[in-house]
């Protein structure tokens, strides 16, 4: 995809998007409702046509094709199974528009039903299926043409928490399975980590990072992504010098710590430093302590405990500690305290 | 007393009972009086004997219904089929049929448009629609006439371009029959048509398009079995008045081009034979019945088969 812009009316939904999507690959759009993410999807599917900008599949252009001649399908949100036709009836839909022999169709289905675990389901009315038994007849109805890429728009949004950490392991193996391009829209930041191969993080119609589950995570490039992507503690830093793919950086408190930077950059005067919270450790204040400050707040959650953090300058820091079995985790709110930072943990965001 | 649990849910019972009754009664009356009890009269009319100046003798008659069907020839008694009593319903069956498919040809892109209009602007589309219903069918017939007449304004205008020299007939014919309960019973059909279209799931046309569907299977795999209720009540409220028609076929078919209708009329005028009409009008009934057991089944199966 080059330069893809879409404008309604005034509106400009996407802007300016260039993506690569590998074949064989898991990529996953990622962003806030109203980012643009779904339509990107939909241009790929052919339901809208770009402004601006084209769409290329394996070398060819396709964003002026209707969507009944690109070899890509979707599974839509809310799955859109046709209610008037049977299990095996949807999901040979694709191929019996395509105008396959019927031996070929019905064994496809059966292969599908299989595949999509809906044995003996094949001759019920979609109406009568569960959302999770839904899902996957989307999926399969999807699968069954053999598509060059598969489109998925937030396929999991309708499911409870439990079906939808399974339907996560059951997506990446059918994605492993039949070696599909998966194109997979989503808001839940977890899925996205979960199941991708790459991410493209969007918001405002832009996309603002892509990169692998772990590149997203612990190398965000913007604030927008370390914001949007689990929690994180906000610093401001002032770089003190740079060698290879590091700087160091002195933090308000004056300590120095190393910390990476994204690439393409070069990090100089004051800059904002991420530290996942899970990356720092609390301990009383020390010579090993980065930071210092008051605890404003403990939040015990199960596995682990958060300390909100007041930094010396004012800054709320939180810090995530995994818990053991060995009782609360022994600070009191007030308690001042000391924030010991391993040597790879800071990240430079790009201003 | 005391009372035993087993008679007390009797009592309560027989309470829910009473009240059912009580509470469907207006109903039940109404129906009584309006729906079974005419039809009773019509069916006891229907084996009575024709009085001398219309008007029935209350004595037992099969006549009415033999005359139906046959006629008996009024100087040697032999009995033959009664052609122009059958010739009449086939036409009235056939025009009717015709104008129901006419009504879903016309009606059907109509109610589509409707349903897809931006959801203020469908009120006025359906406004529009409605009003013709306003007016009385016999003026609308009228109307119709002006148009299609041989000074109509089609001929006038056609001429006035110099496409035709003459004027091309089409009053007094079935086609104008045709026209007319077109025109006349086309709201019937895109009222129940919209009503489906509208609730119609606009993804699931997104999602044959995107499985390779044509306009065409998308249209009949899709919309059209998901519409079929509309579709079915529509060609039942279409079907149902054209084939009784009456004052279209008298307004725009003129004298020759009877339908079953105009034949009862014609027994309870001039024709003076009360029982015929009745048993004519029974007939009609009759027929209404079967074909809609026939259509209403007929189209549940092959949905079932389709789907």
Redesign the interface.
Known sequence: MQNIVKDFGHFRAVNDVTLKIASNEFFTLLGPSGCGKTTLLRMI???EMPTKGSILLDGAEIASL????RP???V?Q?Y???????VA?NIG??LK??GRPKAEIEKTVADMIRLVRLDGREKN?VTQLSGGQQQRVALA??LA?QPKVLLLDEPLSALDLKLRKSMQIELKRLQMETGITFVFVTHDQEEALTMSDRIAVMSDGQVRQIGSPWEIYDRPAERFVADFIGETNFLTAEVVSVSGDWARVRLASGAEIPASFPANTTPSGKVTVVVRPEHARAAPVSAASVLRGTIHDIVYLGTDTHLHVVLEDGTPFMVRQQNARSGPCGYEKGETLGIELSDDVAQILRD | MAISPAEASEIVRKKDIRSRWLLSAPALILIAVAGVGPLLIVVVYSFLAPGNYGDVKWEFSTEAWFNVLLSRDIFDDTVTLADAHLSIFLRSIQLAIVTTVLCVVFGFPTAYFIATRPIHTRQIWLFLITIPFWTNMLIRAFAIQEVIRNEGIVNSLLMGLGLIAAPIPMMFSDFAILVGMTYVFLPLMVLPLYASIDKL?F??I?????????RF?VLM??IV??VKPGLIAGSILVFIPALSSYVIPRVLGGGKNLMIGNLIELQFGQGRNWPLGASLSVTLVIIVLFAMLYYVRNASRS?GT??
């Open positions: 599917a052919g339901f209707p969507p009944n001649q890509i399908n979707t839509f809310n859109a199974l046709f209610p008037h036709m049977t009836d839909f694709g528009m395509l009315l109805r999807a043409p | 799931d993804r699931l997104e999602a044959a398009y995107d499985l390779y569907a044509s299977n795999r899709v079995p998901l949905g389709h789907g």
